[in-house]
């Protein structure tokens, strides 16, 4: 009996979700981001719910593909990753927010083990990220 439930307990700590967010200082004057996108990324809305969590804290967020626009203050970077399992679900990502090179705010979401046998590992992106863009951006209404 003892072995059982120091298994479980290993399998219960495998599928906890890691979140670590430095989120963006309340005085930044954050009105407009430039999300550069990544095209290895193959998490299909993940730019989407980004762009929606900037824009619930109302900050409009536009997208670009190679040169940095000049009108760009503040630069967006991002990866997502997928695992599989019966399904393709998103397992881990990161943020980083810079301003002319300088790091403003970052965030990474990470499901440890891969989520193991949790079944909210399924949960969509808007599910997982939305909770991570709300804490990156605490200070913005």
């Keep these: 009996m003892k072995h059982v439930i120091t ?4 399998l219960a700590l495998a599928a906890c979700t890691s ?7 309340a005085s930044v004057a954050m009105k407009h981001v430039c999300i550069h996108n990544n095209p290895a990324v193959a998490v299909d809305d993940f730019v989407m719910v980004m762009q929606d969590g ?6 409009a967020a536009e997208v670009y593909d190679r040169d940095v626009p000049a009108s760009c203050e503040y630069v967006v970077d991002y990866t997502a990753l997928r695992s599989w399992d019966f399904k393709p679900y998103l397992s881990h990502a990161e943020i980083r927010i810079t301003e002319h090179g300088r790091l403003v705010a970052s965030a990474t979401y990470h499901l440890n083990g891969k989520g193991g046998f949790d079944m909210g590992k399924w949960r969509g992106t808007k599910a997982k990220m ?7 951006l605490v200070g913005f209404h």
């Design 54 to 59: 900037f824009q619930r804290h109302g900050i």
């Design 19 to 25: 979140v670590k967010v430095k989120p963006v200082d």
């Design 7 to 10: 298994a479980l307990s290993v």
């Design 130 to 136: 939305d909770p991570v863009m709300d804490e990156l």
